[in-house]
């Protein structure tokens, strides 16, 4: 297999690389400014899938085509680790997230080049794999700022007002295992096993400075974020995404997704605000309901994803549109009206959330949900939404079981890390 | 989409079988003569992938082309279920597993197309996918036969004697609840959704007769059956599955996999036995490892997967080549050596296992390892293999944590069911 966008194989391009670049010390400092002469062009599109840049004004992963697969991690920062332990991290994951997103081993000597007497800088489980549209999304957590009222890396004046653990909302269940963290990685690609690669390989590189404190795999795209992707299905079966901010409506990425210069922490305007939330599905008492009252409960028809107020899949919905008997078309307590913007004063979020299953639980049922994704230009937006869905229909079908709020700094410059705004 | 095979809509080809066909009553008889007039064909290739059949002498998910995702369930009888049970769970899987190996629902009305005041038949989340190469495979377990003594379902008489519970072997760790079962399904995609929706539609069918005991999803195939598909990394880093039995050879297989005429159960001749191990791996660990005792533990080279007895990956092992000191090239305890049939009485084994991640432990590591599938004539065969692994350098790293063993019936003929040779 070859890296498409240079014709190169990966063995070939390593080797390019090796002469100028240096082995990535593990553990060490890096240098991001490798990263930067592979990394830096606009998506490249080949036989393997895209290849998406690490570098630029944005993160990647955000309004990039939704990929097929998820890694998704949240680290906690070690107990002894020091700002320069932060900085070196951050710089490291960068150096090495341009390498993984380009089809390239983490480091130069990667998976088979180091020395025979010394552990490999990469597992090597990705060899041979193209980039498979690999994007990794980096994101920092209101305790890496301040945790038990300790500044512990000396950012504590830096944390934008609007970054803080979200509100406990009606109906939660949440794991304290699966919720929060320090720091997190959205690893997104086409091919799971190099989702799980890029994940696999930062939290070694993390080795001694950060742990991860939960993880999750996803598949199934829930969202989609171009007008040519088809929308998906989530477990309930019913289309998922048919309403999302698309990633060329640069109106609403600017008004909904985009943190803007006036918002607050300058480091952090053209960045966003990643909300994650680990949502189970009660899979068999939904099954059970009548087909009907499944769409009563969405406010959409199962076939086709039409709202019950009529139209097709892209039809707007009308709210106030009632039948001859006064009721109205879609419910009062159905998921797409409470979910809407009309009711929500305008508020619209970016979606990016798969599908899991975790196996079987021990009562012998699918540990099955929706890890939902989404970025916006503050939490207030999700949280606003969240706490309009309390009374939504579908609540009984689902649960809150992990939850995660973080910032995510904009793109890193070429040479740069991603999150080097905090600390200039 | 469109099911290629046929050129039709999913919802044009439900339509078309509505009329002769009826609906499958959940829990009740279904009836496996209507899948067999679209599920009889060879597999046909089309441009989401091949659609493989389902009704033929052998079942499919055994010698086809090992896909790129696994869902592997296993299922227990219910307590008071019966024979009559038995039967038509068996006769109402072959029914759904029919329709959807083809890219339909489960049933003529489906996900959408039954009344609006009932549950729909089918779950509804693969609606408009392709068939994606969907293979079911059933096996029956040891229980099925007898349990604790008992003969449940009038059977025990026709257990074939090779059909017993695995022994122990050294570093087993199996846990109780994933391992054992009276029935197993392997649902192989190309799309996890598609393996997923397999399981949880078979699981609603079996609902009051069995349920599922322990299921595990899969990425990343680690073994290959077909001589044009590249061998896979498993999460170690190395190829895996290079000496794999292929699907064209004939001899081979007769030898190793199918069960024979004269081995002895009758209604078992033409199918196999079914191994599956979650093998856990102790990542952290490993990746600490040299990139030279990497290599010394398996035998090969990591990055071509050559031998070290020299050449390239599909060169036979040399097992007595030694380096200019007499040490054996291929270490005494290499994980190759161990597993080769000249050490095993020529025994071989056909591999069809899958890379897992399970997220992360309560200690921060991945919860990863290798969903170990192999078909093989008897259970005898890897019973011998495990046992000359016993003193494997690669024990150190890996952990069996769930095991099964399970007879695999041949193929249904058209319009009959998977296991009736059992009840004839």
């Known amino acids: 297999m070859t890296d498409g966008s240079q014709g190169l194989s990966r063995r070939g391009l390593l080797g390019l690389l090796g002469a100028g670049a240096g082995g990535l010390v593990v553990g060490g400092v890096g240098g991001a400014a490798v990263g ?3 990394a830096s062009a606009s998506a ?6 895209a290849v998406h840049p690490f570098f630029g004004d944005r993160q990647s992963g955000i309004t990039t085509p939704v990929q097929d697969h998820l890694h998704f991690a949240s680290y906690d920062m070690a107990d002894d680790a020091t700002r320069e332990d932060l900085v070196s991290l951050l710089q490291d994951w960068s150096y090495a997230a341009a390498r993984m997103t380009q089809g390239l081993d983490v480091s130069a000597s990667g998976a088979v080049g180091g020395s025979p007497q010394a552990p490999p800088d990469d597992t090597g489980e990705a060899l041979g794999l193209p980039a498979s549209s690999l994007t990794v999304t980096f994101g920092l957590g209101p305790t890496l700022f301040e945790k038990d009222g300790a500044d ?3 950012i504590a ?19 304290p295992m699966e919720t929060g963290g320090d720091l997190c990685i959205q690893a997104c690609a086409d091919d799971p096993q190099v989702a799980v690669h890029a994940v696999r390989n930062l939290s070694r590189i993390a080795f001694g400075r950060a742990k991860i404190r939960w993880s999750q795999l996803g598949f199934g795209r829930t969202s989609k974020t171009t007008s040519d992707q088809v929308t998906p299905r989530n477990l309930f079966g019913f289309k998922d995404g048919t309403a999302n901010i698309l990633a060329d409506d640069e109106d609403a990425l600017r008004e909904h997704v985009w943190v803007a210069e006036g918002d607050g922490a300058a480091w952090l305007a053209g960045g966003s605000y990643l909300v994650a939330r680990k949502i189970a599905m009660i899979i068999e008492q939904w099954d059970r309901q009548q087909l009907a009252e499944q769409g009563r409960i969405i406010g959409r028809d199962k076939a086709e994803g039409a709202p019950l107020s009529g139209g097709e899949e892209f039809t707007a919905l009308d709210l106030d549109k009632r039948d001859e008997s006064g009721e109205p078309l879609i419910d009062e307590a159905a998921h797409v009206r409470l979910a809407h913007p009309t009711v929500n004063g305008g508020v619209r979020i970016l979606r990016r959330g798969y599908n899991y299953v975790n ?5 012998g049922r699918l540990d099955a949900g929706l890890f939902f994704l989404s970025f916006q230009r503050s939490p207030e937006q999700f949280v606003r939404l969240q706490r309009s869905l309390s009374t939504d229909l579908l609540s ?3 649960r809150h079981v992990g939850s995660g709020v973080f ?11 991603v999150g080097a705004g905090l600390f200039a």
Chains 1, 2 share one sequence.
């Open 157 to 175: 004046a830096q944390r934008p007002a609007a970054l803080v653990d979200l509100p406990r909302f009606v109906g939660d269940g949440l794991d």
């Open 359 to 363: 196996g079987t639980s021990e009562l």
């Open 36 to 38: 930067a002469s592979v």
């Open 44 to 49: 490249t599109a080949t036989e393997d899938g």
């Open 407 to 417: 910032a995510v700094p904009p793109g890193a410059a070429d040479g740069s890390y």
């Open 396 to 398: 009984e079908y689902i």
């Open 152 to 154: 512990r890396f000396g």
